[in-house]
């Protein structure tokens, strides 16, 4: 178990019954694989693997107030209200808090996801340790199943759609995906041994520099991964079917805030208060 201390975020017992019953799942789940593999698979269906909605809103108001999503409780309770999900620290933080309320022995970790808008310690993760084995459960991948972290051998959750590998290396793993808007060129997310554990506060101040730099802070962007297909919404709407294939399409501000709501499943209220997308701002799709 991980330790409940100050620098922890632990979720009231009603709170994660409310949570389950969302993910739909009707009893807590068994504190093995299994159990959090069907946990896992929940959550990769019906939480947005990415998500900047709140954020977007969050950055065009007073902030007078500390940045949304950063506090489990707060998360959570957003997205039972409004369907709203996040970036990576508030959905790991609260994907972090799910699993150790739960009773799973879980950690955070950080690292870097490979890209050149945004160098450095750039994303925070969670793994899950079980009989003394170490499974990646990150709720921005939505690969439907855990990771093995093996450190003498390549892991995979199989093929298909939502498929990621872990290769051992030298300061740990690269852990390699495919994006919802592009299955040519991958990801690689290097963990770092030295941001392995961290901590509540870790995540928050890191989070908290994102109001300053990030890929997600200027125009929309919603990720929800279903079974056979990715959906992806920003400046045009992309879906990527069960064999890989990639569809996008345009859309107008009126169409994108009927699938908000129609699709993803995002409040009407919360829809009404996203903010417009900054001219000429940088755009993941």
Not at 80 to 108: E, I, K, M, W
Not at 129 to 141: K, M, P, R
């Amino acid at each position: 178990m991980a330790s409940n201390d100050v620098t922890d975020a632990v979720l009231s017992s009603d709170l994660v019954d409310r949570v389950l019953a969302k993910l739909g799942l009707s009893d807590r789940p068994s504190l093995d694989r299994g159990g959090l593999n069907g946990l896992y698979a929940a959550f990769s269906g019906k939480v947005a693997a990415i998500d900047n909605i709140l954020k977007r809103i969050w950055l065009t108001g007073d902030q007078t107030t500390p940045l949304t999503g950063g506090d489990p409780t707060d998360y959570f309770e957003n997205w039972l209200t409004h369907g709203t999900g996040g970036t990576c620290y508030p959905t790991n933080g609260a994907v972090y808090a799910l699993v150790s309320s739960l009773g799973f022995d879980a950690r955070r970790i950080a690292g870097c996801i490979e890209m050149d808008e945004y160098p450095g310690t750039n994303h925070g993760s969670v793994v899950v340790t079980l009989d003394g084995a170490d499974y990646l459960v990150d709720g921005n991948f939505g690969s439907f199943e855990v990771l093995p972290l093996v450190p003498d051998r390549t892991t995979s959750t199989g093929e298909g759609l939502h498929q990621i590998k872990a290769v051992p290396v030298e300061n740990g793993f690269e852990v390699i995906w495919y994006t919802s808007i592009s299955r040519e060129e991958p990801l690689t997310f290097h963990t770092e041994s030295e941001h392995d554990p961290v901590d509540h506060n870790f995540f928050l101040t890191y989070y908290d520099e994102t109001k300053k730099i990030s890929i997600f802070n200027d125009t929309l962007f919603i990720c929800r991964r279903y079974p056979d297909s990715i959906v992806t919404l920003g400046r045009e709407k992309a879906v990527v079917a069960a064999d890989n294939t990639i569809t996008k399409t345009e859309i107008s501000d009126t169409e994108r805030k009927k699938v908000l709501v129609e699709e993803f499943g995002i409040s009407e209220e919360i829809t009404a208060a996203l903010p417009p997308d900054v001219p000429g701002g940088f755009a993941m799709l």
